[in-house]
């Protein structure tokens, strides 16, 4: 029987994807003069924002003299960009709230695990406080040192719900290191396609579920509840 449900964050619960893209081009470009297509900016999120700027780096950078410190200036751009435009980007996908009610009503425990700061985390639920009534927990970048794909996070989500076993969890989540990650965890996957990555990334990386939209993924978690 499912006992917790855990939820990505960018993406999944809020919509985020046009704040990161336009903060990832603004960055490229202020930077390092270039427009790389959208995927390939796009393509780390899901990990932690430095991850990100490190594969950037790496990605874009030939024959620059020092990838790390390219990185750490990728990084320090981005952020202002994304703070400067955080409010009026930043949106909430219809009906989330009620979704996650109807989940929580079942018995289902909800904890919210990200690859966000906890800062800008905070700065979403202070634009959507009604999410902050409806997840039990929130598991941020700073809470594990290792970060999806690797389990590390999700599996402090179950601890932090009193040790949950990962057969009777299931994650939910718009990138294929969400994926990953749950695979690596033990815990069901359900890739929804709303969020950053297309229909056709998602399943290459073979989630137990794939949906449309919020409630067919909380109408598969309910499935899954009563067994």
Do not use: C
Not at 51 to 69: F, H, T
Not at 128 to 146: C, I, Q, S
């Amino acid at each position: 029987m499912l006992e917790a449900a855990l939820f990505d964050f960018d993406g999944t619960l809020v919509d985020t994807t046009e704040l990161i893209y336009q903060s990832m081009r603004q960055t490229v470009q202020e930077i390092l003069h270039e427009e790389p297509p959208r995927e390939v900016l796009m393509a780390g999120v899901g990990q932690p924002l430095p991850r990100q700027m490190e594969l950037l780096a790496e990605q874009l950078a030939d024959g620059y003299p020092d990838r790390a410190r390219l990185a750490a200036k990728l990084l320090d751009v981005y952020t202002a960009h994304n703070e400067a435009n955080h409010e009026a980007l930043i949106q909430q996908f219809p009906g989330v709230e009620h979704a996650l009610a109807r989940l929580r009503s079942s018995g289902v425990r909800i904890i919210v695990v990200t690859s966000k700061r906890r800062h800008s985390v905070e700065m979403a639920l202070d634009s959507f406080p009604g999410l902050r009534k409806v997840a039990d927990r929130f598991v941020t970048m700073e809470d594990t040192k290792e970060h999806k794909p690797h389990p590390a996070p999700l599996l402090k989500g179950l601890e932090l719900l009193g040790e949950v076993p990962p057969k009777d969890a299931a994650y939910v989540g718009d990138s294929p290191h969400d994926v990953a990650a749950a695979k690596a965890a033990g815990i069901t996957s359900v890739a929804v396609s709303w969020g950053a990555f297309s229909e056709e990334v998602l399943r290459a990386a073979g989630p137990d579920y794939l949906v449309p939209d919020l409630d067919a993924a909380v109408d598969v978690l309910l499935e899954k509840r009563s067994g």
